[in-house]
């Protein structure tokens, strides 16, 4: 098929796919890539999604080509679970750099399946010598690929636990459902985060959303690491939305968390930051109870006592009830980045006894930046320099989430 031929099939081919993806199940929908492909002049195509911990890169159940439509198919699908590791494989650096890979002979595309600036897998696709129209296809194709999985993702089990390589416990599964996706972005400020351990992640957990002209940031860490802590931060994070959604300030929001745990949860102690960031002007606004404090990271550099204000008490003391806690104010540059952290970061031990420490952590994070790594990868990096600091096991949760001003003018 020539170049101008391909282009011209792309839009009908696209079109063939929405119109029956209304209707495919969860496990019809990469046959149903595959079908498109082959009528766009390749030879074929796989789904590889992302697990949890972003290890691996794990294939979705294939059914016989040419048969997309025929439910009866679903009896004779590829079950196997092809798994990619990310850090040693091309399919992997695709999802690292966010950029197509080629084989050597052109025959085999690696393509990001990206939401916005969330990263969710790579497709591969395969057929003659891949050209730079048919390339394009491609990336439209994962595009669209990547807006069905999601779009089934949020009631269909395959897709969920193909990204999952043990079972996760009660709590971890409650903060899972509530927490938002790991990176959200638009032209004027990115915020992104990571959570260990994944399938035991306790009292953690992190809430970022775009409002009208801002960006609203909440990082919380319930006491314990049982399902009271799980149901605590849940319970934070569902009165930080309702409030914030109602047109409440920070404020409003710190009062509702602690009459919340008050009434609901009592004798469960919580720290947390809620921040809103002006995507115009770039002003930063937090409240601060009981949390480390957040590091303001500018040229390269963490600017020293920068986001540092006196700290306030805990969540769930019932002081805040009243007297919400004192809104801080900072005027950031373009590129700023803030870091917001838990304390199982900082002082996860290795086995000597050593701290990661404060200092690990902001250098782990912008020399992988200064390296230009993006965002989502520096954090993920960071958790595998983590993991590898307490042998693998850490002892506290661990949640890191980073926002980034660059404001387009």
């Not at 101008?4 to 079109?15: I, K, N």
């Not at 079908?35 to 992302?50: H, I, V």
């Not at 911990?53 to 439910?71: I, M």
């Amino acid at each position: 098929m020539s170049p101008v031929a391909a282009a011209d099939r792309t839009g009908p081919v696209l079109a063939w796919v929405l119109e029956r993806s209304h209707e495919a199940s969860a496990r019809q929908v990469p046959a149903l890539i595959d079908e498109a492909a082959r009528r766009l002049g390749l030879t074929g195509t796989r789904l590889y999604l992302a697990d949890l911990r972003q290890l691996r890169l794990v294939s979705l159940p294939q059914l016989a080509a040419g048969r997309p439509e025929t439910a009866q198919a679903e009896g004779e699908a590829d079950e196997r679970a092809e798994s990619l590791d990310i850090d040693a494989s091309l399919a992997g650096l695709a999802y690292r750099g966010q950029q197509v890979q080629l084989s050597r002979d052109r025959t085999i595309a690696w393509v990001p399946m990206v939401d916005g600036v969330e990263r969710v897998g790579v497709l591969r696709a395969t057929g003659p010598a891949l050209d730079d129209v048919t390339l394009e296809a491609c990336r439209t194709l994962a595009a669209l690929a990547t807006l069905i999985v999601l779009s089934k993702s949020t009631h269909n089990d395959l897709l969920v636990v193909r990204g999952r390589t043990r079972p996760m416990t009660l709590q971890a599964e409650l903060l899972w459902a509530f927490l938002p996706p790991r990176t959200i972005g638009t032209s004027q400020a990115t915020s992104t985060a990571v959570m260990e351990p994944a399938y035991e992640i306790g009292g953690d957990a992190f809430d970022h959303n775009f409002t009208d002209g801002g960006l609203h940031l909440t990082l919380l860490d319930a006491m314990g690491h049982d399902l009271a802590a799980g149901g605590a931060s849940a319970a934070g994070l569902a009165a930080c939305r309702s409030t914030r959604r109602a047109g409440g300030t920070l404020a409003d929001i710190a009062t509702t968390i602690e009459r919340t745990l008050q009434r609901w949860i009592p004798d469960r102690l919580m720290t947390g930051i809620l921040a809103h960031l002006d995507t115009h002007r770039g002003e930063f606004a937090w409240i601060n109870c009981g949390h480390p404090p957040p590091l303001l990271i500018r040229d390269g550099h963490v600017v020293p006592a920068a986001l540092e204000r006196p700290a306030q008490l805990p969540f769930g003391l019932g002081y805040h009830t009243q007297t919400p806690p004192p809104l801080h104010r900072a005027r950031l540059q373009p590129r700023d980045r803030v870091l917001l952290y838990s304390d199982g970061v900082t002082e996860a031990r290795s086995a000597t006894g050593e701290l990661f420490g404060e200092d690990r952590l902001t250098d782990t994070v912008i020399r992988s930046m200064a390296s230009g790594t993006t965002a989502p990868e520096a954090l993920r990096r960071l958790v595998l320099d983590l993991l590898t600091h307490q042998d693998q096991r850490l002892h506290d949760d661990a949640t890191i989430l980073l926002a980034e001003w660059h404001p387009a003018s």
